[in-house]
T-cell receptor, first 115, second 114 residues
Framework: NAGVMQNPRHLVRRRGQEARLRCSPM?????VYWYRQLPEEGLKFMVY????????ESGMPKERFSAEFPKEGPSILRIQQVVRGDSAAYFC?????????????FGEGSWLTVV | DQQVKQNSPSLSVQEGRISILNCDYT??????FLWYKKYPAEGPTFLIS?????DKNEDGRFTVFLNKSAKHLSLHIVPSQPGDSAVYFC?????????????FGQGTILTVHP
């Protein structure tokens, strides 16, 4: 049973470009979460999605960031017009419905570097 | 506003001894607490959790203690092994439909010396 798959693992973008990070949840999981870890900090919640629905986006920056989890295909975290401060590790996690904490599985992360 | 705090950035312990990692929180609505272990360039791996209705949960070498009145929890690892060397994150959630919305501490780097 494959785990949470994230790609790309590493992404380099110039300031002003767009970054797209993809996440395929574990088989059978219908809930996806995105977290961001800035250098020297803990992980911070960004957004919680179910298929075709955003449940909680209270951690998303108001501008340039968006997320989706379509009926078919992976969840996408999209960052438009990236700036140096967007450089971070972005982790996706998934869970089955009604998850408690120990059924939340994290992916290996996508490292975004903005130059 | 840091709702979950791990005040020790690092901890160094001798192999075979006990490692105690501490975590404090401020949000009274948190009712579920977790510890994750993380290696560089990898995602967090779940270790152990505890519900607010308990004050202790044990799983092998790992025990988590919760003191609700002090809003404090700790992770005990006995005996510590070199393979335990990693960054340990404390996390909390408000439960209900928000189980996956975790608030993390800043992490503590644990080094276990052979």
């Amino acid at each position: 049973n494959a785990g949470v798959m994230q790609n790309p693992r590493h992404l380099v973008r110039r300031r002003g470009q767009e970054a797209r990070l993809r996440c395929s949840p574990m088989k059978g999981h219908s809930h996806v979460y995105w977290y961001r870890q800035l250098p020297e900090e803990g992980l911070k919640f960004m957004v919680y999605l179910q298929k075709e629905n955003i449940i909680d986006e209270s951690g998303m920056p108001k501008e340039r960031f968006s997320a989706e989890f379509p009926k078919e295909g992976p969840s996408i975290l999209r960052i438009q017009q990236v700036v140096r401060g967007d450089s971070a590790a972005y982790f996706c996690a998934s869970s089955p419905q009604g998850a408690r904490g120990n059924t939340i599985y994290f992916g290996e992360g996508s490292w975004l570097t903005v130059v | 506003d840091q709702q979950v705090k791990q005040n020790s950035p690092s901890l160094s312990v001798q192999e075979g001894r006990i490692s105690i990692l501490n975590c404090d929180y401020t949000n009274s609505m948190f009712d579920y607490f977790l510890w994750y272990k993380k290696y560089p360039a990898e995602g967090p791996t779940f270790l152990i959790s505890i519900s607010s209705i308990k004050d202790k949960n044990e799983d092998g070498r790992f025990t988590v203690f919760l003191n609700k009145s002090a809003k404090h929890l700790s992770l005990h690892i006995v005996p510590s092994q070199p393979g335990d060397s990693a960054v340990y994150f404390c996390a909390a959630s408000e439960g209900g439909t928000s189980y996956g919305k975790l608030t993390f501490g800043q992490g503590t780097i644990l080094t276990v010396h052979p």
